[in-house]
């Protein structure tokens, strides 16, 4: 009889010891699925700030874009009219000599009749 006590006890205590050694294991498990919930949850938020970031570059991007257009036609239009700007200054030029020609010639012939 002594000896089933004896094994009673000792299967009673291996068994307590299982139970405490599979509460530990729970106890991990609990905290390895809090810390992987967790980690779900950081990655949904940071999927979402990644989210906001592109379409933020996005539409800077997309302004830079529309803004080197509108620089583009403006040095454009500042390149045609700095040609006329040009074209006209030359042609004043001429307008001066011809006209200081004329007018020379016009005081040789006043000079002449004069005479």
Same mark, same amino acid.
């Given at each position: 009889?002594?000896?089933?006590? *004896?094994?009673?006890?000792? /299967?009673?205590?291996?068994?307590?010891? /299982?139970? @405490? +050694?599979? @509460?530990?294991?729970?106890?991990? +498990? *609990?905290? @390895?699925?809090?810390?992987?919930?967790? @980690?779900?949850?950081?990655?949904?938020?940071?999927?979402?700030?990644?989210?906001? /970031?592109?379409?933020?570059?996005? $539409?800077?991007?997309?302004? /830079?874009?529309?803004?080197? $257009?509108?620089? $583009?036609?403006?040095?454009?239009?500042?390149? $045609?009219?700095?040609?006329?700007?040009?074209?006209?200054?030359?042609?004043?030029?001429?307008?001066?000599?011809?006209?200081?020609?004329?007018?020379? +010639?016009?005081?040789?012939?006043? +000079?002449?009749?004069?005479?």
């Amino acid at each position: 009889m002594d000896a089933i006590r *004896k094994k009673m006890q000792s /299967l009673k205590g291996e068994t307590d010891s /299982l139970y @405490a +050694t599979i @509460a530990g294991f729970e106890n991990v +498990t *609990k905290e @390895a699925t809090a810390r992987a919930d967790q @980690a779900d949850c950081d990655i949904r938020d940071y999927g979402k700030k990644v989210q906001g /970031l592109e379409i933020g570059f996005d $539409e800077t991007n997309d302004k /830079l874009t529309k803004a080197t $257009e509108s620089l $583009e036609e403006a040095d454009k239009q500042f390149k $045609e009219v700095e040609g006329d700007v040009a074209a006209l200054t030359r042609r004043i030029m001429l307008m001066e000599e011809e006209d200081k020609k004329s007018a020379d +010639t016009l005081c040789g012939t006043i +000079t002449k009749l004069a005479l």
